[in-house]
Each structure stands twice: as structure tokens, then as C-alpha cells.
């Protein structure tokens, strides 16, 4: 029998990599396509072949390869990870000829990454949201100043929308910015006037990060997973460096709330839902939805939660897999994050944006140091069994961090 044969596009990152090691474990022909060559996911021992386009090439040129790949290996299918991607595919699919992008369609992934649209839309099926101001003009922000606790967050509603435009005016878009007093809001808006847009102004959520995980096909959850993050970078809120799998016992009314949400977005394929969970009031606000595989996706993949899996099949082959049970209570980390995250509680504190947040610096390194010996630890890079993406991920930062010193 033929072997299944599937291209992922985008094995930059460990997510791309753990699309590979899980698809090449099932028996799939792996074809890897990296933004460039030292892509961790071109190192992996499931790959059959390898190739690089880089981001500068048009999407003419990027269409016309990917054609030459098809029709070299046989593939018919290809999997991304990234929003841009996402996007950028819905564009070239035009210019396809056998290639099918196992995406979700552009006015869905539109209503996704705008966030004042899921937020509207999440308050209809009873989803606590964050409260929210969008500004149009700089001249609005004073009036509504006497309305903001501080501190406020500020989020764009689509950042997508403008970081082209942020590069072109020399603009940082920032994606997430906490911000303790009215003057330094002032002066934050003041930067982003030339732009014509700016981000929402968000109320602060205490808690930490909640992520619920659905493959979604025809109304139905096909697939459920949930985690909390235990770190985070940044330290204050961001994404996770440590993470640990919740049983799905837990937060059972917030996952079908989840999946009305879902629904009501006419969503298929995989999503995370995220909330910021505070236990100390049980009180869960939804943050984003990020429709596209996650950056922890790797503890889905250690835990045997075959989200890729289930897109190629049901999406791509139109056959539904058999459930299998769930490796329960892994955690994962990504080791030079982590590192990086210990760096800055012990040596950069003042640079933690959120200032309510205290952290034991002893207990911290402790943590970091005993899940050396946890055998649930698992990592976003490094596994035994296919160790040459950590390795060439570690030659790679040893070089920059080189490069950086001898400036």
C-alpha cells in the first residue's frame, strides 16, 4: 500500500517539528519545506525529503515551487502553522495545480484574527470577555481616561492588519504592553498616530494561561486536550515556557462554552481557546482564539493527542481515526526558554512589565532544576529518539549569541 505523503510547510519552530515526528510516526512520507536551512524541523529523522523557500521569494515563485515539489513527491497535501501562512496559502491556492492546503478558508480566518469580532461573538455564548475600549483617533483617549483602572493591557485587535505598515514608519508593533499610569498610555497612543490605527485598551486579568485545544469537522469536536501554562515568557504573560496537561475532568462547562464558540464561528480544524484562569475566584476571560496549531503544541504531541493527524485524515482523506487514550499528566518545556525566563527574574526584574507579580527566585530555580528528574518532563526540542533538531537549535543560538558578543 502506497504510504500516506504530506508536505508541512513551516518546520522553522518546534511546533513544525512536532508535526513531522508525529505524522512520520503514523507511517506518513514526510516532505519538510523550512524558511531556511537551519529550519530545527529539516534535522528530524521522520523527514523523507527536505527543502528550503525563503520569505523572499514572490508568491509566483513560491507557488511555481511548491508545483515542482508536488508533482516530485507525489504529495498532495500540505499542512502550515503560522497565520501569515494561513493566509498566504488561501491567496495562492489559485495557483495550486495538485496541491491542496488543509486550511481554514480566508473570511473564517479573518473573523479569528479579528479579536473585537470573537469577543463580540464569545459574549453570545455566555463567555466572559475582557473589558475593552477601541480608539479611532488620539483625540478620543482623554475623555475615557477617567473610565481605565490601571493597569491597563494594550492588544491589537489584528496585529496582522499592521505590521507591514508599523515596519514601513519605523513603528514597533508591540503585540502585548502593560501600562501603569494615564500618562504613559498618552504616550504609547502618541507613538502609534502616524499609523492611523491603534490597539484596544484592555482591562488587567489576574491568573494564569488556560488553553483548551478542539479539532473541530461539521459542528462536532472530533478532539479535545486542555493545559495551563505553569511559565510563561514573558514572566508576567505571554507564551508558555512550561506547561503542564489537564485532565479533561477539569473546567468541563468552560470547554462546551468553547466549543459553542467555536461553532458559532462555523470553525473546522484545530483551535485553541485561551483564557486566563484566576483559582482564586474561578473566573475565566477569554484572551484570543488562535485558529492554527499552537506554540506548545509539542506537549499535545507528547501526550498523544494527534491533532495533525486528524486534520490529514479528515480534512485530507475524508476518514475519521479511532480514538486512542490520552498520556496523561506530561508537562513540557522549552529548556532555553526557560533559561531565559530565569534570567530575567534573577537579574532583570525591574524589566517584569506587571508589577503585581512577585516571584521566589530560590523556588524558581529550584523548579527549572528538579524537572531534570520529573519523568513527565518532556520538551518542546530535545527527544531521545530524534535528538538532532535540539542539537543543531543549540548550535544556531550559540552562534547568534556569539555574533552578538564580538559586535
Not at 523550512?34 to 507557488?63: C, F, H, M, N, Q
Not at 486579568?205 to 510563561?232: C, P
Not at 529548556?335 to 512589565?353: A, D, M
Not at 530560590?362 to 530524534?386: C, G, H, I, M
Request: net charge positive; proline share 6%; aromatic share 12%.
Amino acid at each position: 500500500m502506497r504510504p500516506h505523503c504530506i508536505i508541512i510547510y513551516g518546520v522553522d519552530t518546534q511546533i513544525g517539528l512536532s508535526l513531522v515526528r508525529e505524522l512520520g510516526k503514523r507511517g506518513c512520507r514526510v516532505i519538510a519545506i523550512g524558511k531556511k536551512e537551519a529550519a530545527v524541523g529539516l534535522y528530524s529523522r521522520y523527514v523523507s525529503e527536505r527543502y528550503t523557500l525563503t520569505p523572499s521569494l514572490s508568491i509566483d515563485e513560491k507557488a511555481h515551487r511548491l508545483n515542482e515539489i508536488a508533482s516530485e513527491t507525489g504529495a498532495r497535501h500540505l499542512l502550515c502553522i503560522s497565520e501569515d501562512d494561513i493566509l498566504l496559502f488561501n491567496q495562492m491556492q489559485p495557483k495550486l495545480k495538485h496541491l491542496i492546503p488543509l486550511v481554514p478558508d480566508l473570511d473564517t480566518m479573518n473573523k479569528v484574527l479579528d479579536k473585537s469580532y470573537t469577543m463580540a461573538v464569545a459574549k453570545t455564548v455566555g463567555i466572559e470577555t475582557p473589558k475593552s475600549i477601541q480608539i479611532h483617533a488620539e483625540r478620543e483617549l482623554e475623555p475615557l481616561l477617567s473610565e481605565l483602572t490601571f493597569p491597563v493591557i494594550l492588544k491589537w485587535s489584528n496585529p496582522h492588519s499592521v505590521l507591514k505598515r508599523g515596519a514601513e514608519l519605523g513603528i514597533k508593533i508591540e503585540k502585548l504592553l502593560y501600562l501603569y499610569s494615564a500618562e504613559e498610555l498618552r504616550n504609547v497612543i502618541r507613538t502609534y498616530a502616524p499609523l492611523n490605527s491603534y490597539p484596544m485598551i484592555q482591562e488587567y486579568v489576574a491568573g494564569y494561561g488556560l488553553g483548551q485545544f478542539f479539532f473541530m469537522h461539521e459542528g462536532k469536536d472530533l478532539l479535545r486536550f486542555q493545559h495551563r501554562r505553569l511559565h510563561e515568557w514573558p514572566p508576567e504573560g505571554g507564551y508558555s515556557s512550561l506547561c503542564e496537561a489537564l485532565p479533561l475532568e477539569n473546567h468541563q462547562a468552560l470547554q462546551e462554552k468553547s466549543i459553542e464558540l467555536l461553532k458559532a464561528l462555523n470553525w473546522s480544524g484545530v483551535a485553541m481557546v485561551e483564557y486566563r484562569y484566576d483559582p482564586a475566584t474561578e473566573r475565566a476571560v477569554l484572551m484570543e482564539i488562535n485558529g492554527r496549531f499552537w506554540g506548545s503544541y509539542p506537549l499535545a504531541y507528547h501526550s498523544n493527542v494527534p491533532f495533525a493527524w486528524f486534520t490529514y485524515q479528515v480534512l485530507g482523506c475524508g476518514q475519521l481515526p479511532a480514538p486512542e487514550p490520552i498520556t496523561h499528566g506530561i508537562r513540557c518545556r522549552n529548556l532555553l526558554v526557560e533559561f531565559k525566563r530565569l534570567y530575567r527574574i534573577w537579574c532583570q526584574p525591574n524589566l517584569i512589565q506587571d508589577k503585581s507579580r512577585q516571584f521566589e527566585k530560590w523556588q524558581e530555580l529550584a523548579t527549572v532544576l528538579s524537572d531534570f528528574f520529573n519523568p513527565k518532563t518532556r520538551y518542546y526540542l530535545f527527544s531521545w529518539d530524534d535528538y538532532k533538531p535540539a542539537l543543531a537549535d543549540l548550535k544556531a543560538v550559540s552562534q547568534k549569541t556569539f555574533k552578538s558578543l564580538w559586535k
